[in-house]
């Protein structure tokens, strides 16, 4: 009686469990633009839905779905309400063929998708624009939280975000933008990914975070962000901006054409006011002017930024801004300390290499390489003033291929579309120390214990076009005197551009790639022992 009495309690404890997950799992909502109908339950797409005035009257329960019919167009905004629960997102994704479901904001809508202090939402697949007559404040989508608490698992996935005239006046709007406000109730978000998403011809920024908990008397950074994968082009202003993160991964990302319609100082991918943020294997070119027109940017009220493994070129701005603005209140700005840029290739950027703007301190920059074509003139270390000077810049192992012109230079003053009037040396910035570089084509700045001054013998320098995959002529031949000639360097990240191991065999190359394979090398004497 026991056994079946515990058998039938088992029994019925499991349906209860089967019955809980099955109402958890949620419903599944199909809304179709052509054959759908608000009277319909909206529960199979034989009954679906018609007009996102339905969607947007609905309150979502943990687990359900809101399929959107493929080719469907739906004028207005989307704004689905409720939260969905951890492991039981909310999801907004398309069914019934290949062509995205199409949301136009019509310029009628500040966004064209929003959340508001919601969270476990997964939102993919879909097509968004967003313009008006008039510029105005516009979003493709925006996430907001407004003295809410922490948001959690936020995911933005294979979106198309194109054509919303924002205005330049205003950073968070463009493409995707993620606030929070914490006037009341401290606010943030943990667990936001934005993937894979294409987004183009918006104004003023791509995809752009804010909080007005960036300062660092109430500093409450979000966690767990991940922008990974997107690709942008044709955009206002600022490319990919995260502000107020930390542990920020910034990845596998390309941005063209930044900075097209903007008066203010923008780059295509930066950190601002955030710690650990990790950039890393993304391609940034074209990016326009000198305000400021830079690839990568470590920006002010920063710690331990890490840029690796990024191509950047044809940049008017240069490949690398590093800037603090000084004089700020420590309960303010705690600076920028601790950046580190290492593994990168610049091929003909504009004007500046690296420009180091400020009291930034405890930089280094190193297996690096840089090119300049026979067409242009670059500062290829520029340092400059913005309310002091930088101190403790190390450069080591990095590679400066100049057919055309370099120098390395300081500020002597900035004109008003950001371009510097400039003179040899490096200013009031103290404590550099330069070791191990090869300077090809352009004088040796100041003293270089190990320096290289003869062609370091890249395969086929120049030859980069579109891609990280176009680069491979920028590895060492086998000559090269770059070649296990390095300076070791601690915690250096463990790998080249490319991904090989970083020292091999005890000795580092200069520039982005360790050409030697120690593992191969080992083989090959392996195989000769055996030969004998």
Same mark, same amino acid.
């Given at each position: 009686?026991?056994?079946?009495?515990?058998?039938?309690?088992?029994?019925?404890?499991?349906?209860?469990?089967?019955?809980?997950?099955?109402?958890?799992?949620?419903?599944?909502?199909?809304?179709?633009?052509?054959?759908?109908?608000?009277?319909?339950?909206?529960?199979?797409?034989?009954?679906?839905?018609?007009?996102?005035?339905?969607?947007?009257?609905?309150?979502?329960?943990?687990?359900?779905?809101?399929?959107?019919?493929?080719?469907?167009?739906?004028?207005?905004?989307?704004?689905?309400?409720?939260?969905?629960?951890?492991?039981?997102?909310?999801?907004?994704?398309?069914?019934?063929?290949?062509?995205?479901?199409?949301?136009?904001?019509?310029?009628?809508?500040?966004?064209?998708?929003?959340?508001?202090?919601?969270?476990?939402?997964?939102?993919?697949?879909?097509?968004?624009?967003?313009?008006?007559?008039?510029?105005?404040?516009?979003?493709?989508?925006?996430?907001?939280?407004?003295?809410?608490?922490?948001?959690?698992?936020?995911?933005?996935?294979?979106?198309?975000?194109?054509?919303?005239?924002?205005?330049?006046?205003?950073?968070?709007?463009?493409?995707?933008?993620?606030?929070?406000?914490?006037?009341?109730?401290?606010?943030?978000?943990?667990?936001?990914?934005?993937?894979?998403?294409?987004?183009?011809?918006?104004?003023?920024?791509?995809?752009?975070?804010?909080?007005?908990?960036?300062?660092?008397?109430?500093?409450?950074?979000?966690?767990?962000?991940?922008?990974?994968?997107?690709?942008?082009?044709?955009?206002?202003?600022?490319?990919?901006?995260?502000?107020?993160?930390?542990?920020?991964?910034?990845?596998?990302?390309? +941005? =063209?054409?930044?900075?097209?319609? *903007?008066?203010?100082?923008?780059?295509?991918?930066?950190? %601002? #006011?955030? @710690?650990?943020? !990790?950039?890393?294997?993304?391609?940034?070119?074209?990016?326009?002017?000198?305000?400021?027109?830079?690839?990568?940017?470590?920006?002010?009220?920063?710690?331990?930024?890490?840029?690796?493994?990024?191509?950047?070129?044809?940049?008017?701005?240069?490949?690398?801004?590093?800037?603090?603005?000084?004089?700020?209140?420590?309960?303010?700005?705690?600076?920028?300390?601790?950046?580190?840029?290492?593994?990168?290739?610049?091929?003909?950027?504009?004007?500046?290499?690296?420009?180091?703007?400020?009291?930034?301190?405890?930089?280094?920059?190193?297996?690096?390489?840089?090119? +300049? =074509?026979?067409?242009?003139?670059? *500062?290829?270390?520029?340092?400059?003033?913005?309310?002091? %000077? #930088?101190? @403790?810049?190390? !450069?080591?192992?990095?590679?400066?291929?100049?057919?055309?012109?370099?120098?390395?230079?300081?500020?002597?003053?900035?004109?008003?579309?950001?371009?510097?009037?400039?003179?040899?040396?490096?200013?009031?910035?103290?404590?550099?120390?330069?070791?191990?570089?090869?300077?090809?084509?352009?004088?040796?700045?100041?003293?270089?214990?190990?320096?290289?001054?003869?062609?370091?013998?890249?395969?086929?320098?120049?030859?980069?076009?579109?891609?990280?995959?176009?680069?491979?002529?920028?590895?060492?031949?086998?000559?090269?005197?770059?070649?296990?000639?390095?300076?070791?360097?601690?915690?250096?990240?463990?790998?080249?551009?490319?991904?090989?191991?970083?020292?091999?065999?005890?000795?580092? @190359?200069?520039?982005?790639?360790?050409?030697?394979?120690?593992?191969?090398?080992?083989?090959?004497?392996?195989?000769?022992?055996?030969?004998?």
């Amino acid at each position: 009686m026991l056994t079946s009495l515990g058998g039938v309690l088992c029994l019925a404890t499991a349906r209860n469990a089967s019955f809980r997950e099955a109402k958890v799992a949620g419903n599944v909502y199909y809304v179709d633009s052509r054959g759908g109908n608000d009277a319909n339950t909206g529960m199979s797409p034989a009954a679906a839905w018609k007009t996102l005035n339905k969607v947007n009257a609905t309150t979502f329960r943990p687990g359900d779905q809101i399929l959107l019919k493929s080719s469907s167009v739906f004028r207005g905004q989307l704004w689905a309400k409720g939260s969905g629960t951890e492991g039981h997102a909310i999801r907004v994704d398309m069914y019934g063929g290949g062509v995205k479901p199409l949301i136009n904001g019509d310029g009628l809508f500040e966004d064209a998708v929003r959340l508001k202090n919601q969270e476990n939402w997964e939102i993919a697949n879909l097509e968004i624009t967003n313009t008006g007559a008039q510029r105005a404040e516009r979003r493709g989508v925006h996430i907001a939280l407004e003295n809410y608490g922490e948001a959690h698992h936020i995911y933005l996935r294979s979106l198309t975000i194109h054509d919303v005239n924002g205005v330049d006046g205003v950073k968070p709007n463009g493409g995707i933008s993620y606030t929070s406000v914490s006037e009341r109730k401290t606010s943030r978000f943990v667990d936001l990914r934005i993937e894979n998403n294409e987004i183009y011809h918006v104004d003023r920024s791509g995809i752009f975070g804010w909080s007005d908990a960036w300062v660092r008397s109430k500093w409450n950074p979000s966690l767990g962000v991940v922008v990974r994968g997107n690709s942008l082009y044709d955009i206002g202003g600022d490319g990919i901006v995260v502000v107020a993160t930390d542990g920020a991964v910034v990845e596998n990302n390309v +941005v =063209g054409h930044a900075n097209q319609r *903007s008066e203010g100082y923008n780059v295509a991918i930066w950190a %601002w #006011s955030a @710690d650990n943020t !990790l950039i890393q294997h993304n391609e940034a070119y074209g990016t326009k002017g000198q305000r400021d027109g830079e690839g990568f940017d470590s920006d002010w009220n920063s710690r331990n930024t890490a840029i690796q493994y990024n191509y950047s070129h044809d940049n008017d701005g240069g490949f690398l801004l590093i800037c603090n603005e000084g004089g700020h209140d420590p309960t303010e700005s705690t600076g920028n300390t601790g950046t580190i840029i290492r593994y990168n290739i610049s091929q003909n950027d504009r004007t500046r290499g690296i420009n180091i703007a400020g009291p930034v301190k405890n930089t280094a920059i190193y297996n690096n390489t840089i090119y +300049v =074509g026979p067409e242009h003139a670059v *500062s290829l270390l520029l340092f400059s003033d913005w309310h002091g %000077w #930088s101190e @403790d810049t190390r !450069l080591y192992n990095n590679i400066f291929y100049v057919v055309g012109k370099g120098e390395f230079t300081y500020g002597i003053s900035r004109a008003n579309d950001g371009a510097y009037e400039t003179a040899s040396g490096f200013g009031q910035s103290t404590e550099n120390t330069l070791d191990s570089n090869v300077y090809f084509g352009v004088a040796q700045p100041t003293a270089d214990a190990h320096a290289l001054t003869v062609n370091p013998k890249l395969i086929a320098p120049g030859s980069g076009g579109l891609g990280r995959l176009s680069l491979a002529g920028y590895r060492l031949q086998a000559g090269s005197g770059a070649r296990r000639s390095g300076k070791y360097i601690q915690n250096n990240g463990g790998r080249d551009f490319w991904g090989n191991g970083v020292p091999s065999c005890k000795q580092t @190359d200069r520039g982005a790639s360790q050409s030697d394979d120690c593992a191969a090398r080992q083989g090959r004497r392996s195989a000769m022992r055996q030969g004998k």
